[in-house]
């Protein structure tokens, strides 16, 4: 027997309504901020709203440049600053009319008085003077510290009434994922780099999911309702960007002055600030934008660009003057996380590029197509692994993905587009090619042996390109040996339509075989560019991992779950590894079982190291035929797109903060590496402790099905378990088990017992027999 020593984590993680909490992730989230990002060189108080948001200790903002912490945090915030909003309009209505009485009096008054001369008549007593009129606004009570009510008294009425009607209906569709709001003060450097940024909250529950937050070079602007008119808006100067929220049947207007022959790029961003919302349909926030003249007439309107709902619209000015950009939800729906950001200026702007990649370690000049670009060739750069995508930006433009391949690159031929003309290729191959007009079909070809393994598959949506790909394996005889529209993919990222086509199939006869690609559509255009990969199968595989964020205790142990994309039927094990890890932090069930797509394993934290923030790295191995291969693992957050669609979005790092003491629980094991279950029957895990006068409770956390954990046994310092596996398991089954610990005590108020989580065992390998 050998032993594992290993720490738990305290139960510092409250589950609340609307968020749950999982081991090793804080109670603290952040839903959106507001504004989502501020310009070089400013500082600028900023809203988040969420849950869990009491007690911040620290705000995180990644990269350097940009500094942050948090002011105060108001709780219940619909309720308490809408009952104040209330209270104020009723007394600034009634002050109103008071005003308004008494300014008709003195209109009254200096009526009758008209055509009298002189002043008052000889010896009547002079009037007094008249007493100084105190204000109204000064009796109505003290605003708020808050960026809202500051300017109340500034306010006219129908604004007032504008916002009470604004709280009034949010505390109608109350949300209590958003019901708290943090003010956290931000200051970013004038050479701070921009672009997009992770921000963090931790408070005494830990550290909080990741939210975007956008460093940028213009001016910032933001609403100040009612703007739903034109004339109640001022005028604004461009480049700019313009900051609002839309609310339940909102739509809110700005306006801009631009002059003849401007080439505006007015881009919205929305969906790419929040990428999907649990509780909405269609799961994002769906912008659309309208350009108006001065005379109200619509000069343009946009509800996307291409597949991606955030709206890009591009505008040659003709005519000097004032012009209004509209935007609203298209279908005017509306809550606080429906945040977003405008751009106006004559920035550029990537529509696509070509080829859409190239082979590692060559060199490679693209052409680039798009609005106000500065040039129309750029060099790529083709140090990244195999089958991996990077993005590529200039100065100040959207970025455009690529691909990093490793098989030889080839070009279409002009004239590939019947089948008889079928463009020749030499296997392995990866072919760069377009489908320029509506209709076109290219044709390749190439030659093959009875029983070739051959895959097919296409890359073009996941690198931007509009094509919808269908794919066609064709025999010399013209018969369809197989066909595909749609591979099916992880949702990994931002896309919810797979439209890239793979196929593999094994050649029957020797001959020439022709591939075909089309777009499912009939569409086509210069953007219409895809890869086109012809070879034997590549066994490969990516990985990502959720959560991004992470809080532990020292020497404590928290899960977290690896996805593996099996390429070309690899169905090997994944080995993960810690890359360039701080000393202490260790994995336990860090394999990827064979067949399988997912894996939870657990990291746990050193036992010397406490109250500090830590960027973890992962690696997955596999042994392959062609060696060893090694793939950066991708951190990402769990998400759900409307009610039922999960999505892995990336994030740039995953961020662990490691707390203070827990206590020591030891845990015995057989030598060997996975825990044997009988297939029907069980094995016995024997459990060590500190002595201490609560009692613990283990329970499975999210176990496979089939198995389970019976306890059998516990005193002051052991404890036994049962591991069962049903007879309906197959046998191999594989993985690991996460065992939960309940500690149970008696509450104060009515003696019963309750229990509370104090996290998960380290990762227990197990196999089935």
């Not at 308004?100 to 002189?118: F, M, P």
């Not at 940028?216 to 703007?227: A, T, V």
């Not at 516990?714 to 610990?741: F, R």
Request: charged share 25%; with cysteine.
């Amino acid at each position: 027997m050998h032993r594992y020593t290993f720490v738990f984590l305290l139960s510092l993680l409250i589950p609340s309504a609307g968020w749950c909490v999982e081991p090793g992730q804080s109670a603290s989230h952040i839903a959106y901020v507001y504004p989502a990002g501020a310009k070089q060189g400013s500082s600028l108080e900023i809203t988040a709203g969420g849950q869990g948001l009491r007690n911040i200790q620290e705000v995180y903002v990644s990269g350097t440049g940009v500094k942050a912490k948090a002011l105060r945090t108001i709780p219940n915030f619909k309720k308490t600053y809408g009952d104040y909003l209330r209270d104020y309009t009723k007394k600034a209505k009634t002050a109103k009319a008071k005003e308004d009485r008494a300014a008709r009096a003195a209109k009254q008054k200096r009526g009758s008085k008209k055509g009298t001369k002189g002043g008052t008549k000889e010896g009547t007593k002079k009037s007094e003077p008249k007493k100084k009129k105190e204000s109204t606004k000064e009796a109505l009570p003290p605003a708020p510290d808050h960026p809202i009510f500051r300017d109340l008294k500034k306010r006219s009425l129908p604004e007032l009434v504008h916002l009470q009607q604004r709280f009034y209906k949010e505390n109608r569709q109350r949300n209590r994922e958003m019901d708290e709001r943090a003010l956290i003060q931000v200051t970013v450097d004038s050479d701070a780099e921009p672009g997009m940024r992770e921000m963090r909250i931790r408070t005494n529950q830990g550290l909080s999911n990741p939210i975007r937050f956008y460093i940028g070079d213009k001016p910032e602007m933001y609403e100040r309702e009612p703007n739903e008119k034109q004339a109640n808006n001022p005028v604004l100067e461009a480049p700019l960007v313009f900051n609002g929220q839309i609310m339940p049947g909102d739509i809110d207007q700005f306006r801009f002055r631009a002059k003849a022959g401007q080439q505006l790029l007015i881009q919205g961003h929305a969906r790419s600030l929040i990428p999907y919302l649990a509780d909405a349909v269609p799961g994002w926030f769906q912008a659309v934008m309208t350009l108006y003249d001065e005379t109200g007439e619509e000069l343009s309107y946009v509800d996307d660009y291409r597949f991606s709902p955030d709206p890009v619209l591009f505008y040659q000015i003709e005519n000097d003057g004032i012009y209004t950009v509209q935007i609203r939800d298209s279908i005017f729906r509306g809550r606080e996380d429906f945040v977003y950001r405008i751009t106006v200026g004559e920035d550029p702007f990537i529509s696509h590029l070509f080829p859409l990649g190239g082979r590692q370690g060559q060199d490679l000049t693209c052409q680039l197509s798009g609005w106000n670009l500065p040039k129309t060739k750029a060099d790529l750069s083709m140090q990244g692994e195999p089958g991996s995508i990077h993005s590529f930006a200039l100065d100040f433009s959207n970025q455009v993905p690529y691909a990093v391949d490793e098989f030889p690159e080839w070009r279409e031929a002009d004239d590939n587009h019947r089948l008889a003309r079928a463009q020749k290729l030499k296997w392995p191959v990866m072919v760069n090619g377009r489908i320029e007009k509506p209709g076109e079909v290219d044709y390749y070809q190439f030659e093959g042996r009875p029983g070739d393994r051959v895959v097919v598959e296409v890359m073009a949506r996941r690198l931007n390109s509009p094509l919808d790909s269908k794919i066609k394996v064709i025999d010399e005889s013209g018969t369809v040996l197989a066909w595909n529209d749609d591979a099916e993919q992880l949702n990994l990222g931002m896309q919810t339509h797979h439209a890239d086509s793979k196929l593999s199939l094994r050649l029957p006869r020797q001959g020439r075989y022709a591939v075909s690609v089309a777009d499912t559509q009939g569409q086509g255009g210069p953007e219409y560019a895809y890869r086109l990969r012809i070879s034997r199968p590549h066994p490969d595989f990516a990985v990502t991992s959720t959560p991004a964020s992470l809080t532990v205790r020292m020497g404590c142990t928290v899960p977290l779950t690896v996805h593996a994309v099996r390429k070309d039927g690899y169905d090997g094990e994944i080995d993960l590894v810690l890359k360039d890890a701080p000393k202490g932090f260790h994995l336990n069930g860090a394999t990827i079982p064979a067949g399988q797509d997912k894996v939870m394993l657990t990291l746990t934290a050193p036992t010397d190291t406490k109250n500090q923030l830590f960027p973890i790295r992962l690696q997955g191995r596999a042994k392959i035929d062609r060696g060893v291969v090694t793939r950066e693992v991708l951190p990402g957050q769990a998400m759900t797109q409307a009610f039922i669609t999960h999505h892995v979005v990336p994030f740039e790092q995953m961020m662990v903060y490691v707390g203070g003491w827990g206590e020591v629980v030891e845990v015995e094991t057989s030598k060997n590496a996975r825990v044997r279950i009988p297939r029907g029957g069980e094995t016995s895990l024997r459990i060590k402790r500190k002595k201490s006068e609560s009692r613990l409770v283990l329970k499975l956390y999210q176990p496979p099905e089939g198995i389970t954990l019976e306890q059998i046994r516990s005193s002051k310092n052991s404890m036994s378990v049962a591991l069962k596996a049903s007879d309906k398991v197959k046998a191999g089954t594989s993985g690991n088990l996460m065992i939960e610990v309940f500690r149970e005590y008696k509450a104060k108020n009515n003696g019963k017992v309750r229990s509370s989580s104090i996290g998960v065992m380290p990762a227990v390998p197990f196999v089935v027999e």
